[in-house]
Each structure stands twice: as structure tokens, then as C-alpha cells.
């Protein structure tokens, strides 16, 4: 499934916080985008999933205009979001935490769920633990897993790595990797090594507008790290 942003606006209040942000990305691979924090690439990825609407301009995936759905018919037509932060419920059971998706899509008895929990052996391990009890890392596992349990045409990533120990962000990239060509992902992360690991493209955002954007063979480390170095 392919997703094309053409000319997106938005606006808080009187901050104009995108800025005629227009992106392609090809089914099956893997947009990474850059930015300092405070660039508007999370404001991006809400309006991708309907959280927030834009202003103006369009959102669309395989050719259908999506602008004005709702986020839960995007997610029913395919969209999926792990955000920033994880949002998991806390007082929930791991297992509560991926049923009730599942169960949301209609996926509690066709394998979703163990298909999902396969990719992130160590939440069979906490399968009755609450959310809340979760460390980090295992909490950033799970969101992703109660992603793919919808099985998803694309999944928007915001900072996945954030906080977490090296060990799971190897499992997160090497996951991410196996599933590149069926899925479409777009990737925010202020990791440059896990963005280029994985990234077939990058677009880097500043103050609301795309500044830079190109495919991998075209993006090296120095032109990357220029715009997310503090």
C-alpha cells in the first residue's frame, strides 16, 4: 500500500505548524524522517492517522483520498501507529493489551495474535503481566506487537528507539527488516544508525516544511546528521 501527502497544511490556534508538506511513499518500503525536535513530524504522522486534521491539502493511500477519515477507518483500511511514549494500557494484561486490538480488526481467531507474539517472544513471557509492570523496552514491544496483530498495509513509527536498550532495539530493527516489502513503514528517529539501516528513503522537516528528501543512495551520513545534531 502506498501513501502520497500532497501539499498538507496545518494549523494551532494561529501556528502555522505544517507547511505545504508533500511525500511519496512506495509500497513496501521504509520512509525514514528527520528533524530536530519540535520540526513537526509528530503533528505529521497525527494527521497521517487522522488524529489531527490538516488545513489543507491531501492524504491518500493506493489512489483513495483518506484526508477526512476518521482514525479508526484508517486503521481499518490498513493504517497502523506505534506513537511516541507507546500509550499501552497500563492497567491492562499484555494479553488484554493485543486481544483488544485484535478483537477491534476481527483478528482474535484467524493467528493474528500469535503471529504477532511471535515476533516478541518475551511477551508470551509476560503474557499475564499488567502493561504498567512492563520496562521500556518491553512496554515499546508491545505497542508494536498490538500493531501488527491488525495486520497492517502500513505501519507510522514516532521515535521507537527512544529509551531503550540496545539488545530490543536490535529485535525492533531486525523485525522491521523482515517485514519491508510487505509493509509499508514510515519511520521518525533520532537514531541515524537505525534510520539508515533500515530506510529505502529519508525526508528531513524543519519548522513544518520538508527541507530535504531523497532515496537512500543519494542520502549520506554527513548530509543526514547535519539536520538532526543538536
Known amino acids: 500500500m502506498n501513501l502520497v501527502l500532497s501539499d498538507l497544511n496545518q494549523h494551532y490556534g494561529s501556528s502555522h505548524t505544517l507547511r505545504s508538506v508533500s511525500l511519496s511513499i512506495e509500497t513496501g518500503q521504509c520512509l525514514a524522517l528527520l528533524g530536530r525536535n519540535g520540526a513537526g ?27 477526512r477519515w476518521l482514525p479508526y477507518e484508517r486503521s481499518r483500511a490498513g493504517l497502523a501507529y506505534v506513537p511516541q511514549g507507546r500509550e499501552i494500557f497500563s492497567e491492562l494484561s499484555v494479553a488484554e493489551n493485543i486481544t483488544a486490538a485484535a478483537r477491534a480488526h476481527g483478528r482474535d481467531k484467524d493467528g493474528s495474535i500469535e503471529e504477532a507474539v511471535s515476533f516478541f517472544p518475551i511477551l508470551r513471557e509476560r503474557w499475564h503481566r499488567l502493561g504498567g509492570g512492563l520496562s521500556g523496552g518491553q512496554q515499546q514491544q508491545l505497542a508494536f506487537a498490538r500493531a501488527l496483530v491488525t495486520r497492517p498495509k502500513i505501519i507510522i513509527l514516532d521515535e521507537p528507539t527512544e529509551g531503550i536498550q540496545p539488545s530490543i532495539v536490535k529485535v525492533i530493527e ?55 545534531s543538536v
Open 41 to 67: 513530524k509528530s503533528t505529521l504522522l497525527k494527521c497521517i492517522m487522522g488524529v489531527l486534521q490538516p488545513t489543507s491539502g491531501s492524504i491518500t493511500i493506493d489512489g483513495q483520498v483518506i484526508t
Open 174 to 228: 531486525e523485525v522491521m527488516a523482515g517485514l519491508k516489502g510487505k509493509v509499508t513503514f514510515v519511520l521518525v528517529e533520532q537514531y541515524l544508525d537505525f534510520a539508515m539501516s533500515l530506510a529505502d528513503a529519508f525526508a528531513v522537516m524543519s519548522r513544518g516544511s520538508i527541507i530535504d528528501q531523497g532515496a537512500r543512495a543519494d542520502m549520506n551520513r554527513e548530509r543526514l546528521s547535519h539536520f538532526i
